[in-house]
């Protein structure tokens, strides 16, 4: 069962919907790779193809990607490290585009600090479980509870859901204005390229050059 992988000569690219791709897809202008169909705003088409180049894109949500691209539906995903980190598929990470720049982080009121100085059991919410219970447990050491949300997690400590929260901070004006701060910091994050294992053997000149080809148009 290989999908549509690379086996009819095109490669496949699964790009995390929203900023991400299209900061993407501007980078690999750069390089003569466009896909006008693509920049139709009212199109609900979701595959695309470059027939020149024998490119196909597609737009998954962000947490899809590393699934498509672990089991080979799509060669090459662009997807957020946070992302990345939090499904923990079997991929290769070959390139950090450097936009997308933010970072992992434990936030909370500021009084919650004692709480985590002194390793109490806490309770964490998070869209990240598998981040926030990595860093805890594994980095940590420190047993907590954690609860799983799917957004605006700042809510967690101001409602009482929660003592912290570990999520995504960029500007910090979201903490800023609800009255949060970020407690611990736990990694930078940016937009990565992944690549199908499989891939990576088969079509390794093709990837390879594009990496290449990337990264000197990121050295600009
Ligand atoms: C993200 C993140 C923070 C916010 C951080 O949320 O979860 O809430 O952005 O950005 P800032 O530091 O610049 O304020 P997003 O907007 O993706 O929505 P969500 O809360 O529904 O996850």
Redesign the pocket.
């Known amino acids: 069962m290989r999908g549509i992988m690379s086996t009819d000569g095109y490669l496949t690219f699964a790009l995390g919907k929203g900023r991400l791709a299209k900061k993407t897809l501007e980078l690999f202008e750069t390089l003569g790779i466009t896909c006008e169909e693509m920049k139709d705003k009212d199109s609900r088409k979701l595959i695309f193809v470059n027939e020149d180049l024998k490119l196909r894109f597609f737009l998954a949500k962000g947490p899809d990607v590393p699934t498509y691209v672990e089991y080979g539906a799509a060669d090459i995903g662009v997807a957020g490290k946070d992302t990345i980190m939090e499904e923990n598929r079997r991929v290769y990470e070959v390139l950090d585009f450097g936009f997308g720049k933010?970072r992992m982080c434990v936030c909370g009121p500021e009084h919650a600090k004692d709480l985590l100085k002194h390793h109490e059991r806490i309770r964490v919410a998070s869209?990240y479980p598998n981040i926030a219970k990595d860093y805890f447990y594994n980095q940590k050491h420190q047993t907590v509870d954690i609860i799983k949300l799917n957004?605006?997690?700042?809510l967690g400590p101001l409602v009482g859901l929660s003592d912290v929260i570990v999520?995504?901070?960029?500007?910090?004006?979201?903490?800023h204005e609800n009255g949060l701060a970020v407690l611990e910091e736990i990694c930078p994050l940016s937009a990565r390229m992944i690549v199908n294992q499989v891939s990576m053997q088969m079509e390794k000149e093709r990837i390879t050059g594009l990496i290449t080809n990337l990264k000197e148009a990121l050295q600009k």
């Open positions: 933010c869209k957004g605006s997690v700042e999520d995504i901070v960029e500007t910090g004006s979201t903490l």
